[in-house]
C-alpha cells in the first residue's frame, strides 16, 4: 500500500504544474506503481538475500524520502519537476 509522503506529494503537484494534469498524474500514478512493486516485491528481500548490506528496506527508503524532504526545505522550489522524479527514483532505486 501507498504511502504518501510530504515529498511525494511534492512530487505530484510539480509533476502537474509542468506536464500538465492528466500527464503528470500519469507519471505519478507511474512513479506509486514503481515504488508499490519495488515495496512488496524486491525491497523486502534485500536484507535476506543481502545480509552483509546496511538496510535498504521499506523502512530505510521512507526515512531517505524524509531525510531528502528535510534537507532541500525551501530549496525544493529551485528543482522543476523532472529533476525531482529523478531524485525520488533514484532514492528507490
Not at 11 to 31: T, W
Request: aromatic share 8%.
Amino acid at each position: 500500500m501507498h504511502v504518501e509522503f510530504p515529498l511525494e506529494k511534492k512530487l505530484e503537484q510539480s509533476l502537474k504544474r509542468d506536464f500538465g494534469s492528466a500527464r503528470g498524474k500519469s507519471i505519478f500514478d507511474d512513479y506509486v506503481q514503481a515504488k508499490d512493486c519495488l515495496s512488496s516485491d524486491i525491497l523486502r528481500y534485500i536484507v535476506g538475500a543481502e545480509p552483509s548490506l546496511t538496510d535498504h528496506g521499506v523502512d530505510h527508503i521512507q526515512n531517505v524520502l524524509e531525510n531528502v524532504n528535510l534537507l532541500l526545505k525551501d530549496d525544493i522550489k529551485e528543482l522543476n519537476a523532472a529533476e525531482l522524479y529523478v531524485l525520488i527514483i533514484s532514492v528507490l532505486f
